[in-house]
Nanobody, 123 residues
Framework: QVQLVESGGGSVQAGGSLRLSCAASGRTFSNYAMGWFRQAPGKEREFVAAISWTVSTYYADSVKGRFTISRDNAKNTVYLQMNSLNPEDTAVYYC?????????????????WGQGTQVTVSS
């Protein structure tokens, strides 16, 4: 079965950086698109970034230019480099895997989910 395990969350001051990792197991990682989502308290889960099996990327407007998604198929891992963090980026961050290789931006289009990792940005 597919398992996704996120790591790298934590607390940082505004303007700082964090790199999240998501290690996947259970099937051929390189064939599928991966995404990062986040959910703040009292808010719906929202799209952050996605990467296709061909390494095309797509970002939410709120993180464009600050966040970078990447993947290392040899390590079955997807990353989210987050720079210039601000308090509005505080949320639980989830990685997710699709059943196909193309990018999607809505949660229901993803088949598997990790348990999430907390990111807290203080002002």
């Amino acid at each position: 079965q597919v398992q996704l395990v996120e790591s790298g969350g934590g607390s940082v001051q505004a303007g700082g950086s964090l790199r999240l990792s998501c290690a996947a197991s259970g099937r051929t990682f390189s064939n599928y698109a991966m995404g990062w989502f986040r959910q703040a308290p009292g808010k719906e889960r929202e799209f952050v970034a996605a990467i296709s099996w061909t390494v095309s990327t797509y970002y939410a407007d709120s993180v464009k230019g600050r966040f970078t998604i990447s993947r290392d198929n040899a390590k079955n891992t997807v990353y989210l480099q987050m720079n210039s963090l601000n308090p509005e980026d505080t949320a639980v961050y989830y990685c997710a895997e699709r059943a196909v290789g193309t990018i999607a931006t809505v949660p229901y289009q993803y088949l598997y989910w990790g348990q999430g990792t907390q990111v807290t940005v203080s002002s």
